[in-house]
């Protein structure tokens, strides 16, 4: 089917979206044999079940004196969007409308705090990256320790200590992301530029092509798409030390947690050297 009109296209995939919303909500979230299938291959340090979340930013056309709100780090106009996706390359949770500006913590408030926002039931948690702090919930790699897979690949390049392994194991398992956001701007071809609609048709198309997503991955497996490779140019290989520099005031209680997370992240890691050596 042929839509002529880009409003009618929209309308439609927002229908699909709403009805296929309710049916992913039931049937996909917390699917734990997903990841339990790749631990016990590679990762089966990680004693909890966990999912992957990151915040992505994609091309946007705004107006508008507020235009400098959506200009990123690399001063493109974007809008950022906060997604969630399980070791099937589904995506289980999707935020977006955000400015291009937005740090990765507001993104995550915003998130929690909404009334149907995410979800972290108990005993799960989410690998983020290091724009997140390090919290019980959502589990952080090291700062100040190298970090990408490349790092590691090679003679002579084997993970020295409990905090190397950690990160090896973690950026393995957050490779998913990478892959998940692969696939999903290689099908859905606008996304490659900025899509030529108002900012808030822009934001619901990224939901709409989220759930055409998952459809796809449910129902034509053998759909492939080439995956596009990730621009890690920007990115330093060893994270920086400071966890303080991008984190907004804490009142003591959360300082409290994150010093719990802290150490609850590096149990993880010695239980991982120990089994490893």
């Known amino acids: 089917m042929i ?72 001063g493109k106009i974007s809008q950022n969007v906060l997604a969630a996706c399980n070791f099937d390359l589904e995506f289980i949770y999707v935020l977006s409308g955000w400015e291009g500006s937005a740090h990765d913590s507001k993104l995550l408030n915003d998130a929690l705090s909404r009334r149907n926002g995410l979800k972290v039931p108990q005993g799960k948690y ?39 392994l950690f990160n090896l194991r973690h950026a393995s398992l957050r490779n998913v992301i990478e892959r998940i956001f692969g696939i999903f701007k290689s099908r859905f071809t606008i996304f490659k530029s ?36 990730v621009d890690e140019s920007s990115s330093s290989s060893v994270l920086p030390v400071n966890e303080e520099e991008n984190l907004e005031p804490i009142v003591q209680t959360q300082e409290q947690q994150r010093e719990n997370a802290n150490a609850w992240r590096a149990t993880i890691a010695l239980d991982m050297w120990r089994n490893a050596t």
């Open 194 to 229: 900025a899509p030529p609609f108002p900012f808030k048709t822009q934001a619901e198309l990224v939901l709409a092509c989220v759930a055409l997503h998952n459809f796809l991955r449910k129902e034509c497996r053998s759909d492939e798409f080439p995956i596009e490779p």
């Open 3 to 74: 839509l002529q009109s880009s409003d009618k296209y929209i309308e439609c995939i927002q229908m699909y979206s709403g009805s296929y919303a309710q049916f992913l909500e039931k049937k996909h979230f917390w699917r734990i044999q997903d990841l339990f299938a790749l631990k016990k291959c590679l990762h089966h340090s990680y004693k909890s079940s966990a999912k992957i979340l990151d915040i992505v930013s994609f091309l946007a056309m705004v107006r508008g004196r507020d235009v400098s709100s959506y200009r990123n780090r690399h």
């Open 126 to 164: 989410f690998l983020v990256d290091c724009g997140f702090p390090n919290r019980r919930q959502f589990l952080a790699p090291f700062r100040g320790v190298r970090y990408h897979l490349q790092d590691f690949a090679g003679h002579g390049n084997d993970p020295q200590n409990e905090n190397e």
